[in-house]
């Protein structure tokens, strides 16, 4: 079992920054691959980003792509997204989620990821 608790969430003005963080419980988070999803009001919960377990590749959405920012620190059981340039159709909640243990390749639907954290809002006024 893994639980997932992240934190960072707020409100912030356009143009501002946030680093969501996401700490894992449990030893296997060094070999899942993990990734940010998020759900704005009346919206289906959307892919955003995801790391391999290593953090050697990372995938993102086409819309956050060369502002957000995703790692991670196995020594800390911990994955970040770094949020920069934030526009106000990036307000939604921000959930961490992971694979199960070993899985090969990295996912970026929801259907394949097997832990979900509660999630965090992120506000971005206009």
């Known amino acids: 079992q893994v639980q997932l608790v992240e934190s960072g969430g707020g409100l912030v003005q356009a143009g501002g920054s946030l680093r969501l963080s996401c700490v894992a419980s449990?030893?296997?988070?060094?070999?899942?691959?993990m990734g940010w999803f998020r759900q704005a009001p009346g919206k289906e919960r959307e892919f955003v980003a995801a790391?391999?377990?290593?953090?050697?590749?990372?995938y993102y959405v086409d819309s956050v792509k060369g502002r957000f920012t995703i790692s991670r620190d196995n020594a800390k059981n911990t994955v970040y997204l770094q949020m920069n340039s934030l526009k106000p159709e990036d307000t939604a909640v921000y959930f961490c989620?992971?694979?199960?243990?070993?899985?090969?390749?990295?996912?970026?639907?929801?259907?394949?990821?097997?832990?979900w954290g509660q999630g965090t809002q992120v506000t971005v006024s206009s």
């Open positions: 989620a992971a694979q199960a243990a070993y899985s090969v390749g990295i996912a970026m639907t929801s259907y394949d990821y097997h832990y």
């Open positions: 449990g030893r296997t988070f060094s070999s899942r691959a």
């Open positions: 790391i391999s377990w290593s953090g050697g590749s990372t």
